[in-house]
């Protein structure tokens, strides 16, 4: 399964860098992004996957996406979407894949077993006990860039 999502995340990373359509560009991301927060679940870090989700897929992308799509000139024909850094991008490539390759035949993979304990249902009660008048604001105040973004692309 590791190497199923390594494969998906690396494929929408590519896509993101090198589709010539910005929208394409931010779904591939949103793609890659996803699969991280996978590889988090799938590595046992749970905490750090539903936070990838939150704050990265459910507002970050998701504001991107709104602004991308209030963007008029994204559907303009004659708008030029170049990269003229492919070599640059091809050295670092295999600047990073080589000590990722180093760094990973040098590790001693020990297997964890934990004793029980579960961060998400902490998390979850502590959301929603403790903490739950900061949450509720979070989102009140997410829901009012979202109607930001709308009144400010519109058109007048």
């Not at 998701?62 to 004659?78: E, V, Y």
């Not at 990722?100 to 902490?122: K, V, Y």
């Not at 006990?129 to 519109?154: C, H």
């Amino acid at each position: 399964m590791f190497y199923f999502l390594a494969g998906i995340l690396i494929i929408s990373a590519i896509m993101t860098v090198t589709l010539k359509n910005l929208f394409h560009c931010a779904l591939s991301l949103i793609t890659a992004l996803l699969a991280i927060s996978a590889l988090y679940f799938t590595l046992g870090a749970p905490f750090v996957g539903v936070f990838q989700l939150i704050i990265y897929v459910g507002a970050i992308m998701i504001l991107m996406i709104f602004a991308i799509m209030l963007t008029t000139r994204l559907s303009d024909k004659m708008l030029k979407t170049e990269n003229k850094q492919v070599l640059p991008s091809v050295l670092t490539i295999l600047v990073f894949l080589f000590f990722t390759i180093t760094a990973i035949l040098q590790t001693e993979f020990i297997e964890h077993i934990g004793n029980g304990f579960d961060p998400l249902l902490d998390l979850g009660r502590a959301l929603l006990t403790t903490y739950i008048l900061p949450f509720e604001v979070i989102s009140l105040v997410l829901l009012a860039a979202l109607i930001g973004a709308i009144v400010i692309g519109r058109d007048n």
